[in-house]
């Protein structure tokens, strides 16, 4: 076997750093023995438990299994720590298993503690008044599947509520004797329309009585601060703001009419704290960047905290320390701390505890807006190449999942990646993102498909007309949700050349009879009856495609099943057009193994430049 040259050396490790994800930790617990998080093996793409105790991160996990809940299909709070032990859930079977969280073993034993046929489980919540875990159990197939809030401990099973077709959120008092949680039904998604729930437990943990707060808009994330009160995440004054709760009524606390909070997608997030004299630390979102707070008792600001980050990806306070998740333009996703006590709480600089490797100089995100009517305008995150002045370069607008998830402007070893091969990066936060509002996010209903394809040729109109972009190299890339904006976007539009869709929508009437329960309801908000969904589903329409199309897509992805992406790829080709498919053997719906997403960036890349020299593109 010949040597690589340099040169092919040098390509391969640019390559693989740009394969390596920036937001590889997640799920952030902390208590009087720790912070526990889930960071992503760069070798293997499992995600493992980590302890961090007496000045060092332990891993408590193997690389070999990967920690994962699949409540809803999207997971989180897959882990908790309860006594001796930290108790997780593993992704491939949803067995929960627990191992000891005492750091002096170089790999703590793990044992096999609980399973349920069919079940499912997350949204994990320790309850140490009565040695016992509280949890979000979904049982059945992903389409007929049923939730309850349930209680596991030695002796086995607990039903603690049932009956609504959702559940989420949990959080426990600290003197155990109450219970919040969130509960929505069908077909509301729960950032559409969710309600608080307040019960009281007796000495056993059973439900005795309980309280419903309704503001008729969603409610998220409700904390119990140390002296009992109780607040929750409501955005039924048009954002994400937080409010005290009591005897029923919601008093508000801040006054900033901003995002405390992004679209909840998964179980177990926490973007507010609180300390046992009142004050605490808030996420808030300016221009859909994440900023950081610490406030008074009733909410109002006294210090900005961690500057540097633009994404906040989890919060939690223990034992005098704050910690956090963050990410920021020049660094990826990293785990810090910061000490609570004293009166220079936030003035020191924090203790980073792990981070994902951040090389070379990080690209600036600059904001730019496109106007899209008189009175609406979309926004990106612009990130230019590494070659300033060799005029209009070739762009990629890329479009988020969800699609009322969003993208932040923070480091992304891929976007730096794109930059350096000469290509303007565009991240877009389309109409129905998060993090701008609620009128911005359900400005979306009834209009998938159109507002957002609107929203990516608005801001590629803008760029080309700056003279920052290329008409003639324009391409789009979209996972998921976003693939279906970028198919619609080449079914719509003559503006991109070439576009990228990683596992994404092909057939909405399909994926709404085949979609877990979840988001069963979900496209009748977006797109409207079966005759919309027809109407704006890619596969119906074809004739009106302009560009070439290349598919990555899972084998294994349950949410946009294989079938979609093959059916999409023959039709396109029997029309004469260009269309690649790759597909990854032991992938779902996402592509995370590194040797997978390195096959995955190099394909694209080689795609986009065989069609730079094409003249479909002809706006």
């Not at 056993?204 to 707060?213: M, P």
């Not at 008074?296 to 005098?320: F, K, M, N």
């Not at 807006?369 to 590494?386: H, L, M, Q, R, W």
């Amino acid at each position: 076997m010949s040597e690589s040259t340099p040169d092919e050396a040098a390509e391969e490790a640019a390559l693989a750093e740009a394969a390596r994800p920036a937001d590889g930790l997640a799920d952030l617990r902390a208590d009087e023995t720790g912070a526990y998080w889930l960071a992503a093996d760069a070798e293997t793409g499992a995600r493992r438990l980590w302890h961090w105790h007496g000045g060092q991160a332990h891993p408590l996990t193997p690389t070999t299994l990967d920690v994962s809940s699949r409540v809803n299909g999207y997971g989180g709070g897959a882990h908790a720590r309860l006594g001796e032990h930290a108790y997780f859930v593993a992704g491939s079977d949803q067995t929960l298993y627990r191992v000891s969280t005492d750091s002096s073993a170089s790999m703590p034993h793990l044992e096999r503690w609980w399973n349920r046929e069919a079940s499912r489980y997350g949204g994990l919540l320790a309850d140490p008044v009565r040695h016992r875990l509280l949890a979000v159990e979904e049982t059945g197939s992903a389409r007929e599947a049923s939730q309850a809030l349930v209680a596991l401990d030695a002796t086995g099973r607990r039903v603690i509520m049932a009956g609504s077709d959702f559940y989420g959120a949990p959080a426990l008092s600290p003197d155990g004797q109450r219970l919040a949680w969130v509960e929505w039904q069908l077909p509301h998604m729960p950032w559409q329309r969710a309600r608080l729930c307040i019960a009281d437990l007796n000495d056993a943990g059973d439900v005795i009585g309980h309280t419903v707060w309704d503001p008729g808009a969603a409610v998220t994330q409700p904390r119990f601060r140390p002296d009992g009160q109780l607040v929750a995440l409501s955005d039924h004054g048009g954002w994400w703001q937080p409010y005290r709760i009591e005897d029923g009524t919601a008093h508000r606390t801040g006054t900033s009419d901003a995002d405390h909070a992004p679209t909840p997608w998964q179980l177990g997030e926490c973007h507010h704290v609180w300390r046992r004299d009142g004050p605490g630390v808030l996420v808030r979102f300016v221009e859909g960047s994440a900023t950081l707070w610490q406030v008074s008792g009733q909410g109002h600001d006294e210090r900005r905290l961690l500057p540097d980050s633009t994404r906040i990806v989890g919060l939690a306070e223990a034992d005098d320390w704050l910690y956090a998740i963050t990410q920021g333009p020049a660094h990826a996703a990293r785990l810090e701390r910061i000490a609570l006590a004293g009166p220079e709480f936030g003035s020191e600089s924090p203790e980073v505890l792990q981070a994902l490797p951040t090389a070379g100089d990080p690209p600036v995100p600059h904001t730019v807006t496109a106007a899209i009517s008189p009175d609406e305008a979309t926004s990106a995150f612009v990130y230019f190449p590494d070659t300033p002045d060799a005029g209009p370069a070739p762009l990629i607008v890329r479009v988020h999942g969800g699609p009322t998830a969003a993208c932040y402007p923070v480091f992304d070893p891929l976007v730096r990646w794109w930059v350096r091969q000469g290509y303007v990066v565009a991240d877009l936060n389309p109409r129905g993102s998060g993090n701008f509002g609620r009128a911005y996010r359900e400005r979306l209903a009834r209009g998938w498909g159109r507002l957002d394809v609107e929203d990516s040729v608005a801001l590629a109109d803008e760029l080309t007309r700056r003279g920052i972009a290329d008409p003639q190299r324009c391409y789009i890339r979209g996972q998921s949700a976003g693939g279906f904006t970028v198919l619609n976007a080449l079914a719509g539009s003559d503006r991109f050349r070439a576009g990228a869709s990683l596992y994404g929508v092909t057939d909405a009437q399909r994926l709404a009879s085949q979609t877990h329960r979840f988001e069963s309801g979900y496209l009748d908000w977006l797109l409207g009856d079966d005759d919309a969904k027809r109407r704006m589903s890619p596969i119906h329409r074809l004739s009106s495609f302009a560009g070439a199309v290349i598919f990555f897509q899972g084998e294994r992805d349950s949410i946009v099943v294989p079938e979609q992406t093959h059916a999409m790829a023959e039709a396109l080709r029997e029309r004469g057009l260009t269309v690649e498919v790759v597909l990854f053997t032991h992938e779902g719906h996402g592509i995370r193994h590194p040797d997978n997403r390195r096959r995955m960036i190099a394909s694209e890349l080689a795609f986009f430049a065989v069609h730079a020299s094409e003249t479909t593109c002809t706006k």
